[in-house]
């Protein structure tokens, strides 16, 4: 695209960026933290080089904005936390080369609608558990009476954490008035998974976010002397629950979904008694819902099985779940010719990992996502890495689509 576009300096940045927060563990980068606030006060100098105005919502949320010449709003965004000795480029890529994108657009005649760069709050949820932290309130769907009472590891409330860094629980859904105006949004992400490498192809454009369903499963047997109960007698809740383990694998793959069994607790315990309850958890995604609900129901019916087969009694209890977010018809196509014109093909995939775009998308505002090739397939891991000529395409991809999305918006 424009000559004014620098995807060498995306990666700079990045690299500057790694080296101010992180240690020889990876990424330190975690909401509501020193270091956090460090990497923000970092970027909030780089939008200070810009023709743009920066403020932070009621949720802790920055938006740089460049007034265009119509009050019709393109949203880019991403986040700058990350999980405890993470990659060097899960959200801070997304933010970046957003960046690079508000430098081209700024560079040259005022643009034709208002962009808007939004670095969301708390994305990972790392410290209290609780994802997407900044875009649920923008949303809207956030409880702030459900999250009251979180605690981190060291017993810090929520509400406590926030305050210390200007946020105010009770007041952070007035961040929904960002929305106004909004009339697309777009996302680059790293892909966190082996799809793309796995094709030889450096980016993807997502379809959208897999559904989720979250249990806790309890099993519920007897407890019983490990020497004295003969096999034939016994009620072993961990007996069930591991046949459970090992069927929702067969479960995923007749379904074309995602099953997972996350923890395992047992009760007493201890190595010399058979376990009496069982607690497991289980999430199962699907792009699908109907499928989603095809796979909770096969995982009811295994454990009422297994539980029969091993003498026990099973209960489950919701943790949480979301339908599975479409994205956008229009922008999916416009972001797959963004990509073929940069790298020579593109490829669709859905994205089971949840992302900030899936809170925009949930309001009707029309949304897509750009992946890139992740080495591996790993993230969350000091290891994450995507070859650097990858995130150069990457930013130009992201360039290009703004650009369409630009035009789309003026209709």
């Known amino acids: 695209m424009s000559s004014t576009l620098n995807p060498a300096r995306t990666i700079a940045e990045l690299k500057e960026l790694r080296s101010l927060t992180g ?38 949320n920055i938006w740089a904005t460049l007034v265009g010449a119509s009050e019709r709003t393109l949203l880019i965004g991403g986040h700058l936390d990350s999980v405890p000795n993470g990659g060097w480029l899960d959200g801070s890529l997304d933010v970046l080369a957003g960046l690079e994108v508000l430098r081209r657009l700024a560079a040259e005649d005022t643009p034709p609608v208002t962009v808007r760069l939004v670095d969301w709050a708390d994305e990972e949820g790392a410290r209290f558990g609780r994802s997407l932290f900044g875009s649920s309130a923008f949303s809207g769907f956030m409880d702030p009476e459900e999250l009251a009472e979180l605690r981190d590891k060291s017993g810090t409330s929520l509400p406590d954490a926030l305050a210390a860094h200007g946020v105010d629980l009770h007041r952070a859904k007035l961040a929904g008035r960002q929305a106004a105006g909004a009339a697309a949004y777009l996302e680059l992400h790293i ?84 376990v009496g309850e069982c607690v497991i958890t289980l999430d199962q995604r699907h792009i699908e819902a109907s499928a989603l609900a095809e796979m909770l129901h096969a995982a009811h019916g295994a454990a009422e099985r297994f539980a029969h087969e091993e003498g026990c009694t099973v209960a489950w209890e919701r943790i949480w779940r979301i339908d599975p977010i479409p994205f956008h018809p229009e922008l999916i196509a416009m972001g797959e010719a963004a990509i073929s014109a940069v790298s020579g093909s593109a490829h669709r995939l859905p994205s ?46 992201l360039d290009r689509l703004a650009t369409a999305t630009i035009a789309w918006i003026q209709g």
């Open 23 to 60: 240690d020889a563990d990876g990424a330190q980068r975690v909401a509501w933290t020193d270091t956090w606030a460090r990497a923000r006060a970092w970027y909030r100098e780089k939008l200070a080089e810009l023709p743009v105005t920066v403020e932070t919502d009621e949720a802790g």
């Open 352 to 397: 089971g990992p949840l992302h900030d775009a899936a809170e925009v998308a949930r309001i009707g505002i029309p949304t897509v996502m750009l992946f890139v090739q992740s080495l591996r397939g790993i993230s969350h891991n000091k290891i994450e890495d995507t070859h650097e000529e990858h995130l150069a395409l990457s930013v130009r991809a």
């Open 191 to 274: 892909e966190q998974g082996p799809v793309l490498e796995s094709m030889g192809l450096p980016l993807g454009v997502v379809i959208g976010t897999f559904g989720v369903e979250r249990h806790s499963i309890t099993f519920t047997g007897q407890a019983a002397h490990a020497g004295s109960t003969p096999m034939h007698s016994r009620r072993d809740a961990f007996a069930a629950a591991a046949k459970l383990g090992l069927e929702i694998r067969t479960i995923a793959r007749e379904h074309g979904g995602v099953c997972t069994v996350g923890s395992c607790i047992t009760r007493p315990g201890i190595v010399t008694a058979v």
